[in-house]
């Protein structure tokens, strides 16, 4: 953990995210209920501080203690900072689960129970691509095809795609993106 932390810690710094929200989140959070929110692998809170200003009220889940500090002191944001390989997602407590840019399969299961009925979950990660690519080496950290999809079923599916990109650093990539809302039963 504290290799991973320091490794998290010093990409932050040489390789800063960007500032705004991802345009996912923002073009689908309205689907969600005001209420309790959790930003699973924040970094230094770009969505968190969004979510936030949208009234909800935020846990932000992290590894590096340098993200968790470059996220404002406000009282809608709960700053967790814990190793995600041993996290737990507390059932039937979010109204929105967002999950960007990082992919934990074993979270799959807990984020459909931790969503309340009506929840939302909005998902977006790295896809295996061949070629000029610049996702992430370690196939663990790769969705296979359809994956994602086929994770969330059981949810009402809103919107899913699996597409093409290319990030802030003119990079080629290829994501899977994800919006479904449990059903109210």
């Not at 900072?81 to 996290?87: A, F, P, T």
């Not at 929840?119 to 663990?140: L, M, Q, R």
């Not at 993106?177 to 039963?185: E, G, R």
């Amino acid at each position: 953990m504290i290799e991973d932390k320091e490794r998290w810690n010093v990409r932050h710094v040489e390789k800063p995210m960007r500032k705004n929200v991802e345009p996912l989140v923002e073009k689908y959070i309205d689907l969600a209920t005001v209420g309790n929110a959790l930003d699973i692998a924040c970094g230094t809170g770009r969505n968190t501080h969004f979510l936030a200003k949208k009234g909800f009220m935020v846990d932000a889940v992290d590894l590096s203690d340098y993200a968790l500090s470059c996220i404002d002191e406000d009282k809608k944001i709960n700053k967790i900072e814990v190793d995600l390989d041993e996290y737990t997602l507390t059932s039937k407590k979010y109204d929105l689960i967002i999950n960007i840019n990082y992919l934990q399969r074993r979270f799959f299961p807990q984020i459909k129970e931790a969503l309340k009925e009506g929840g939302v979950v909005i998902f977006e990660t790295f896809i295996v691509a061949h070629g000029d690519f610049n996702n992430p080496a370690n196939p663990e950290y790769l969705l296979r095809k359809n994956e994602l999809l086929h994770a969330f079923i059981g949810l009402d599916i809103v919107y899913y795609e699996e597409k093409d990109e290319v990030n802030l650093r003119g990079e080629k990539i290829r994501v899977a993106s994800l919006v479904a809302q449990k059903p109210i039963c």
